[in-house]
């Protein structure tokens, strides 16, 4: 019996179905270093599955676990949105560039902030082998377990900070032409990324039009400069694209306290050459939505911390954040908030209108009141 054979031997006839989509992958890797003795699902839906493979043998570093992703064809629930599963040859891209120097490895205050390694690609197969960090949890479910109100405000802040610092790091040194030439553009999922949020927008405004009453054209208008218009020169960089707390990994062990706690920014399919307020805004408005819709009151000091370790930013760019935060808050809280109740649905939807406005207008007496206030208490001079 081959190792794949005996690796399918060991699952259930009630997980065959979830880690049928491995069985090749595992036959690709049967004679490289990443042989798996057993397999289980981590993750799976229409975009992506995500495997936890046991190695046969430990790695050199002592692992002895990796995580394989597949990617697959979607089709989005916004009209015209489509992602091909070739999207992991881009991220296989952002990964070895990352590896090799573009991501920064930040050591504060206890917290290191860190990206996963790529191992292996198979491109026929859209299948990307990488680290797996053992004992971790997406922040966004972190935040929303038992576990979050057992940390610190301090501690909370200085997670904000160092992940604010590595992001100032990243921005900064993925701004040059030889990493756009290294990397690309990653013009399909930028497209897809916009249309999405876009739509979301659009559909946003079509359930609650009497906010918009005597604004829309204006509230459109200024949507479609933010996700489609000319980038300012000194926004211009390699972006995550989807950097919200479901992509931002966290050690469990943040619960008790302990030093040595990974954040660690993951899934990156959706990177590309576009504003780093993009991803300032999604971050921003995942946190106001956490904290407002699902009563995590630790997003505060997260935000607050993470203000502090960011860059400062000119008048320009700061309005730019409250647009790109209105625009994350409308296109994915709905979604990623359900389910709503309609008055909590409005809600959302007139404080992502808000900042949009108030942001495009540069109303900073507003904006530096708001929620999302930090940001913008911290001018480039």
Known sequence: MTEVQTVAHQIT???????????????????????????????????NFTFRGFLSNPLPNGSSSVIIKHSKDFLGFIPGVQLQADR?????????????????????????????????????????????????????????????????SLLVANIGRALGRWLTTFHDRSSGPGVVQEVGYNEKSRDSMYTLVSGGVTKAMDSFPNLFYGRAEDFRKYVQEAIYGEIDEASKSIVHGDFAVRNILISNSAATGEQGILVSPIDWEVYHFGCIEFDLGQLLGDLYTHEYFKGVSSCTALLQGFADGYKPLSKKQLSSVAVYTGIHILAWGPVVMAPLTREQEEQLVSYGKDLILKGKEEDWGWLETSYIGPIFRKEAV
């Open 13 to 47: 006839a009630a997980q065959e179905g979830a880690i049928e989509p491995a069985i090749p992958i595992l036959e690709e890797l049967a004679l490289t270093p990443y042989a798996c003795s057993s397999i289980e699902q981590v993750s799976g839906g229409f975009v």
């Open 88 to 152: 992991c040859q881009g991220e296989q891209r952002i990964l070895q560039a990352l590896a090799n120097g573009l991501s920064p490895i930040v050591h504060q205050n206890g917290i290191l902030v860190q990206t996963p390694c790529l191992y292996h690609f198979i491109p026929h197969l859209n299948a990307q082998v990488m680290e797996e960090f053992p004992n971790v949890t997406a922040l966004g479910k972190f935040l929303l377990s038992p576990d979050s109100n057992k940390l610190s």
